[in-house]
């Protein structure tokens, strides 16, 4: 288990604790963290489990794949830097207390 930070856009934040290995999307939707819609369940193929990174701690991420930076073309939210898709983003331990923004909307 490692911890995950889902800021709101107003602020409020939900501090969840993620099995290792699991999707940061798989524990947002487990968890009802509100604006985590994932209608594909996964598949890297709605966008609508967009979620921003700082961008001071985006080298603790993985790359962005082909897919899923073809996928973040298709938010409902501006792209940014720190732009990633929860689905594609696996818990590890150095993954521990990242802070990830979920946008206005996901649709
Ligand atoms: Fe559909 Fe992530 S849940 S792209």
């Known amino acids: 288990m490692a911890k995950i930070i889902y800021r709101q856009p107003d602020g409020h ?5 993620v099995p290792l290995g699991w999707s940061l999307m798989e524990a947002a939707i487990q968890n009802d963290i509100k604006g985590i819609v994932a209608e594909c369940g996964g598949g890297c ?6 979620v921003y990174v700082d961008d001071g701690e985006l080298s603790r991420l993985p790359a962005i794949n082909d897919m899923e930076g073809d996928m973040l073309e298709c938010t409902a ?3 940014r830097p720190g732009s990633r898709l929860s689905c594609q983003l696996k818990m590890t331990e150095a993954l521990d207390g990242l802070v990830v923004l ?6």
């Open 13 to 17: 934040e939900d501090t969840v604790e």
């Open 45 to 50: 193929a709605c966008a609508t489990c967009h």
């Open 77 to 79: 939210t501006e792209r």
């Open 102 to 107: 979920v946008p206005e909307t996901q649709v």
